[in-house]
Each structure stands twice: as C-alpha cells, then as structure tokens.
C-alpha cells in the first residue's frame, strides 16, 4: 500500500455519487494532485472541513493508479474570511484558478505553495485590499513562471527611455518605448509609477508586501496589464477573472 504523507490547498473541488467530492488539491512536493474524497459531504465526516476550497490541511492519502484516496487530514488553516466576503472569494477562487493552470501534476513546486499561503493569508486576515493582494501574487507568479518582464529598457531597441508615456508589450514581454511602439502597435500605456511599483513588487520578498498601498492609478494599469499578460502567457482566459470583472461593474 502506497501511503502519502503531504501538506496541500484545496484548488477546488467536484461533488459527485452522494456524499463524495473529487478534490483538486495543490502539495508543495507532489504538484497538482486528484484526490477522492469519500463520504467527505456527510456531517459527521472527518474529512468535511478539509475538501472545502482554500483550506490548508496535512493529509494522508492512498495512491490508487491515478488518483489519490484520503484517508486522514488535519485543517491548519480554512482561510474562512474569504468565503464569507464576496469580494474576496472573488478575488481568491481568481488566485486558486491561476495557481491551478500554473502547477503541474506530480511536479512540487515550495515557491508557489508558500507564496500562495502568504497571499491567501493576507486576503483573509490582512488590512489590503483584495484587488492589491492579487496584482502582487500575479506579478509573483510571472516570475515563478519564467516571465519576468523586463522593466528597464525597450525591448526593441534597448534604450533606457526618458519620455511618458511608455508601453508594456504582452508579446514581447516588457516596456517599448514610443517610437519602437509606432511599429508594434500591442502596447498597454504604462507610466513610471506603475513601472516602479512593478519593480519594486518584484525584487522584495512576498512576506514584507502586506502593507503595500497601490494608488488608484497604478491599480489600474496593473488591472489591464497583467491580466492580459497573465493570459497570453498561459494561453487560456481564467474564468473567475469575468466574475471580478462583473463585480466592478456592479453585477
């Protein structure tokens, strides 16, 4: 019997048969693992707590061909708050998404599990705003990803460029300058502000960002700019990003 023993997040999760889910769950040294949860809806399971999303639990898992099968779990944290706000379940099933299509299976990756517990820690327990917690993990996870965008130079002609505005380029992955952006013609305007904070979000470690405050404006740049660099590079739309999309919208 093939017995595993692994901390993991709940990515998300599928009810099926009665009382069962199918659980999507994220183990820093295993990846992207599938995992059945059986008779997990009942309320007198033990396994209850830990198959809903966002939670973080040590589990003990079964390997059946597959699939895994749990057998024991331990909830360390629920992150509860971002269930109970609209807002930041928004904002968090948007995260969840996007480390879903960032990891693989059976490929561990501590970086992103780490960086998705301090993020999931700050949406539900911290004073920023969601929407600011969430342009910090997706820059984040640009650079896990090997897509760190170059912020200094253009990236047509190499020249550090002295003039506003400046352009961020998906395709090319950073800054063009004005004249280059004539040819090119993909560019989101972006001015130094955001370039800096962009820098900035880049080069310090993930734990000392809680108490980073985004000014309207470079909100929102990141807002276009990064989703929209996000999905090119993951080649797929995610789907809850609609969702925040409406909220701001007002429904």
Known sequence: MNIVRTEGVVLRYTNFKEADRMLTVFSPDRGKMQVLARGCRKPSSRLLAAS?????ADYVFIKSKEI???TQAEVKNSFYNI???????AYGTY?????????N????????????????????????????????FELKLIDVLGYRPVLDRCL??????????????ASQGGIICPQCNNDI????????????????????????LGGLKFSQFVRDELDSILS????????????????????KCGG
Not at 83 to 89: M, P, T
Not at 105 to 133: K, Q
Request: hydrophobic letters at 35%; aromatic letters at 14%.
């Open 52 to 56: 809903q999303v966002f939670c973080y």
């Open 68 to 70: 895994y099968i749990a």
């Open 83 to 89: 269930r109970n706000d609209v807002e930041r379940l």
């Open 95 to 103: 995260i969840l998404n996007l480390t879903e299509e960032a990891v």
């Open 105 to 136: 299976y059976e490929e561990g990756n501590f970086r992103l599990f780490y960086m998705l517990l301090h993020t999931l820690s700050h949406l539900a327990y911290g004073e920023v705003s969601p929407e600011d917690i969430t342009h910090i």
């Open 156 to 169: 047509v002609c190499g020249e550090k460029p002295e003039s506003n505005p400046l352009f961020f380029s």
């Open 185 to 208: 013609k993909d560019g989101y305007t972006i001015h130094r502000s955001t370039l800096q904070t962009m820098r900035y979000i880049l080069d310090v470690d993930i734990r000392r």
């Open 228 to 247: 929209y660099y996000l999905s090119h590079r993951l080649e797929k739309s995610i789907k809850a990003r609609q969702f925040i999309n409406q909220l």
